[in-house]
């Protein structure tokens, strides 16, 4: 039986965007609006043709140009329109926006110590993690519930936002969100709907997954 009122077997990809001018510099986005590079529309074709193949029902993405231009590309692949949401993008995180690494390190060397010890930090004056994971989750949820039985749902979103809805997804204490590694540009992380919940089964994939075969199945 179809729909939301089993949907057992039903799988969320969440699909971090390409390459942009500001990663290469390593300077923090937030929800500035930067576009991808040329290597970062190579990065969302090559990577929209493997997800396609997974024949996914759904594409729900950011309205932030470089995630709605990688959602694009799976769009033209799989002929699926996307349905965008500004409440998938990064965070916010004020003063931060537009710093490298090293400056912020140098202006804000305290917070960001903070933050990377899990504590609650509103980096730059922004939105904190727990906030984040309150907006995007939710839409997260509601577009998966529309799928159908084993059906697969591609959110194309941002590093952190993803990290956060994950974390959120999985019912982890924010604190060790941060235990969830990044997500490299346009690789993916999985969660499948288990008799339990949701599951990780990938992280930072960029690859076609192969099936777990042993006793933890």
């Known amino acids: 039986m179809n729909g939301s009122s089993s949907g057992r077997g039903r799988r969320i990809v969440l699909w971090r965007h390409g390459q942009t001018a500001w990663n290469l510099e390593r300077r923090f986005q937030g929800s500035t609006d930067i576009e991808l590079t040329e290597a970062g529309v190579g990065q969302a074709r090559r990577a929209a043709r493997l997800l396609a193949s997974l024949k996914p029902d759904a594409i729900v993405a950011s309205d932030l140009r470089r995630a709605a231009a990688t959602a694009a590309e799976l769009s033209a692949v799989s002929g699926l329109t996307v349905a965008h949401d500004a409440s998938l993008r990064e965070t916010y995180a004020g003063a931060w926006q537009g710093l490298t690494h090293q400056e912020i390190i140098e202006r804000f060397g305290e917070q960001y110590a903070a933050w990377k010890r899990g504590e609650p930090v509103r980096r730059?004056?922004?939105?904190?993690?727990?906030?984040?994971?309150?907006?995007?989750?939710?839409?997260?949820?509601?577009?998966?519930?529309?799928?159908?039985?084993?059906?697969?749902?591609?959110?194309?979103?941002?590093?952190?936002?993803i990290r956060t809805t994950i974390g959120r997804l999985l019912g982890l204490e924010a604190h060790h969100w941060e235990g969830l590694g990044g997500l490299s540009n346009c690789c993916w992380s999985v969660l499948g709907e288990g008799a339990r919940g949701w599951r990780l089964l990938e992280h930072n994939a960029g690859t076609l997954p192969e099936p777990v075969l042993g006793d933890d199945d």
């Open 124 to 161: 730059g004056g922004g939105e904190l993690e727990t906030e984040v994971a309150d907006r995007a989750a939710p839409v997260v949820l509601e577009h998966a519930e529309k799928l159908p039985e084993n059906g697969t749902l591609v959110v194309v979103s941002h590093g952190g936002t």
